[in-house]
């Protein structure tokens, strides 16, 4: 239950060590995703990006990793597009990929909780599977939106908290159990794959990160519930009138 967790300010590792991890396990990043979800992450990615290209042309993907929602928002419309992520393993791989698909998608390596932009930058900025490994979820939202226009989309697409009893039980034997495994022998690195399940049943409930939406001045916030309710979009627009 929402009450029973704790209400950590934020991801339950060290910036540092997140970076490592992902540094790490960058090899079968996109496969050990496809495999996890069945290949339902691929539309996830794409409904995000339909959602933010339909903003206007610049768009900012935060935690990019290799870039895939990056791509998705180009191909759905979007002339500016850049990718940021703080690992540069991460970054090195989107890269690549960008230069194999031709694409002039900029990718830089810089952290989300400091966004290299001023303010009222972009018409949308998305973090996939991004938000609950940052330090500080109230002060990540707060740099994402200080970037966008007034006016300008917040859209997040995370894992949530799972709550449905019956189902529930499979999902965290699925989750907790057969995922670190297969993530393990995949990846090599069996500890990311355990720091996974943790890390999502550390995050704010749906509820909550509404909550902390609204206060860092985003308005209109909206969720739909995806992948039988393990996996939420988050949405919100930056206040008009709004400075920063
Ligand atoms: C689970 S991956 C998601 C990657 C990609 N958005 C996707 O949908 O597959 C999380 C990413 O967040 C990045 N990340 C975590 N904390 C960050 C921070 N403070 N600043 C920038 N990137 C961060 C990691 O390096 C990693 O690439």
Same mark, same amino acid.
């Given at each position: 239950?929402?009450?029973?967790r704790p ?8 910036p ?16 050990m ?13 794409k409904?995000i990006?339909?959602?933010a290209?339909?903003m +206007?042309?610049s768009?900012l993907?935060? @935690?990019t990793?290799?870039? #895939?929602?990056? $791509?998705?928002?180009?191909? !759905?419309? %979007? ?8 690992s540069?393993?991460?970054? +090195? ?5 960008? @230069?194999?698909?031709?694409? #002039?998608?900029? $990718?830089?390596i810089?952290d !989300?909780? %400091? ?6 930058s972009?018409?949308?900025?998305t ?5 609950r ?14 970037v966008l ?5 917040f ?7 799972y ?5 529930g ?16 022998v ?10 996974l ?16 939406m609204?206060?860092a001045?985003l308005t209109?916030?909206h ?5 039988f309710?393990?996996v ?11 400075g920063s």
């Amino acid at each position: 239950m929402t009450e029973s967790r704790p209400r950590n300010p934020g991801a339950i590792a060290e910036p540092a060590t997140v970076r490592a991890m992902f540094d790490r396990i960058v090899p079968r990043y996109d496969l050990m995703n496809h495999l996890m979800t069945f290949g339902m992450d691929l539309r996830w990615r794409k409904l995000i990006a339909t959602r933010a290209a339909a903003m +206007g042309d610049s768009v900012l993907d935060v @935690a990019t990793g290799t870039g #895939d929602v990056a $791509f998705d928002i180009r191909a !759905a419309g %979007a002339r500016t597009v850049i990718g940021l992520d703080f690992s540069p393993e991460m970054i +090195g791989a989107a890269r690549t990929k960008g @230069a194999a698909r031709g694409s #002039d998608i900029e $990718f830089l390596i810089g952290d !989300a909780m %400091a966004l290299p932009f001023p303010d009222n930058s972009f018409d949308a900025c998305t973090v996939s599977f991004g938000l609950r490994n940052m330090p500080d979820y109230a002060a990540a939202i707060a740099e994402m939106t200080r970037v966008l226009r007034p006016g300008g989309r917040f859209v997040c697409l995370e894992m949530t908290p799972y709550r449905k009893p019956v189902l529930g039980r499979l999902f965290s034997l699925y989750f907790e159990k057969i995922v670190p495994i297969v993530g393990g022998v995949l990846s090599g690195d069996i500890g990311a794959y355990r720091y996974l399940p943790q890390s999502v049943a550390n995050f704010p409930a749906s509820t909550q990160l509404v909550m902390l939406m609204r206060a860092a001045g985003l308005t209109n916030t909206h969720v739909t519930m995806l992948g039988f309710g393990t996996v939420a979009i988050h949405t919100g627009t930056k206040e008009l009138g709004s400075g920063s």
